[in-house]
């Protein structure tokens, strides 16, 4: 009887360690392209010692750099951004990350405030697949599946990737159970330049408001701050595309007021901050390139440092320990994309498809 139970227990984990490899072997890697979707799990490795928090889209893990709030001000700070990221997610990844640390400040940038609904399974699962199974991402993926998908694809994503068996690369096998790091701290560097050239401007709307499920989660990620003591401001970055309205921001406006919080649109501060935009961005005004982010991170780091009373840990041993190997890797990754520009006229590791994702934003 003991035997019969040992064997069958045995058949089981063996069927479930099967499972779990197949599982890592067809979903996407992200490594040669799409790097956006490496984004969300590259955070639980990371030490949780981060005074501010930023939420958001790809105008913060394209626009902010935490390596250059650490250099200038010495803030450990953390991007948990993503291609997309719809105002519930960035709700529910701040819950998942306040389990892990409670940071003085987090940032929300609210071009996303413009989505009611959810969107696209392709972003979704930029976001989603990363997240590590809880509570708290099974509510965020009931919030976000579109109405053809499934919650059980996500819990168990081999049911969604089983179909990639023909599309397998060395790749999936390489990443299988180990993946390099991508970001810094959830910023993705790019230091190559596409000059904008005509800002477009917005198309009438019929309607300006922001959407009640958008103001709900606006709601909770404000009352989810104030119950944990931690200084949430509202920002929108200064990316020129897509088109933010006037009647959009002043509704941000009042929410602040309303709220007793702070926004900040930087786009009309773009001079102030020295941002060339026939410099300073790498897909025509979309996102910054990396000097742009670092223009952008320097003036948003004297707000930080002033307004919020941030401490300056340059000097502290632990810190500054933690920070000298990230350093180290922004700046070695700055030169490699600056010798793959000089080499081959654009960056190898990024093309058409990475660029397209985000695009829609």
């Known amino acids: 009887?003991?035997?019969?139970?040992?064997?069958?227990?045995?058949?089981?984990?063996?069927?479930?360690?099967?499972?779990?490899?197949?599982?890592?072997?067809?979903?996407?890697?992200?490594?040669?392209?799409i790097h956006e979707g490496n984004l969300v799990e590259e955070y639980y490795k990371d030490e949780k010692v981060h005074d501010v928090i930023f939420v958001g889209d790809c105008e913060v893990f394209s626009n902010v750099s935490p390596v250059k709030l650490w250099e200038d001000y010495g803030?450990?700070?953390?991007?948990?951004?993503?291609a997309q990221q719809l105002i519930w997610q960035s709700y529910y990844l701040l819950e998942e990350t306040l389990k892990y640390e409670k940071p003085k400040v987090v940032v929300y940038n609210v071009l996303a405030m413009k989505y009611n609904e959810p969107q696209k399974e392709a972003y979704n699962r930029l976001t989603l697949d990363g997240m590590r199974l809880s509570g708290t991402k099974i509510a965020a993926i009931k919030a976000s599946i579109m109405p053809d998908e499934s919650l059980i694809t996500y819990i168990f994503p081999f049911l969604r990737y089983h179909s990639r068996w023909s599309e397998l690369t060395m790749e999936d096998f390489k990443y299988v159970f180990h993946k390099d790091k991508l970001s810094h701290n959830g910023y993705l560097m790019r230091v190559d330049v596409k000059p904008v050239g005509v800002i477009p401007k917005g198309k009438k709307l019929a309607n300006y408001q922001f959407g009640d499920n958008a103001?709900?989660?606006?709601?909770?990620?404000?009352?989810?701050?104030?119950?944990?003591?931690?200084?949430?401001?509202?920002?929108?970055s200064p990316s020129v595309y897509p088109y933010w309205y006037e009647e959009w921001d002043q509704q941000m406006?009042?929410?602040?007021?309303?709220n007793d919080l702070t926004y900040i649109n930087f786009l009309p501060l773009a001079e102030t901050m020295g941002i060339d935009y026939s410099q300073d961005t790498f897909d025509?005004?979309?996102?910054?390139?990396?000097?742009?982010?670092?223009?952008?991170?320097?003036?948003?780091?004297?707000?930080?440092?002033?307004e919020y009373e941030l401490t300056d840990h340059r000097g502290e041993e632990k810190f500054e320990?933690?920070?000298?190997?990230?350093?180290?890797?922004?700046?070695?990754?700055?030169?490699?994309q600056?010798?793959?520009?000089?080499?081959?006229?654009y960056l190898k590791s990024y093309g058409a498809v990475a660029q397209e994702v985000g695009s829609e934003e």
């Open 1 to 33: 009887m003991i035997k019969k139970i040992l064997i069958n227990t045995g058949a089981v984990l063996l069927a479930v360690l099967v499972l779990l490899f197949l599982q890592a072997l067809f979903k996407p890697k992200y490594m040669s392209s």
């Open 75 to 82: 803030i450990s700070s953390y991007i948990r951004g993503s």
């Open 215 to 236: 103001y709900a989660y606006l709601d909770k990620m404000t009352k989810l701050c104030k119950e944990n003591g931690i200084s949430l401001l509202l920002m929108k």
């Open 253 to 258: 406006v009042d929410y602040a007021k309303k």
């Open 284 to 306: 025509g005004g979309l996102h910054l390139n990396l000097s742009g982010a670092e223009k952008f991170t320097n003036y948003l780091g004297d707000i930080l440092s002033k």
């Open 321 to 336: 320990k933690l920070w000298q190997e990230k350093v180290e890797f922004y700046n070695a990754m700055r030169e490699d």
């Open 338 to 345: 600056l010798r793959e520009l000089r080499e081959y006229g």
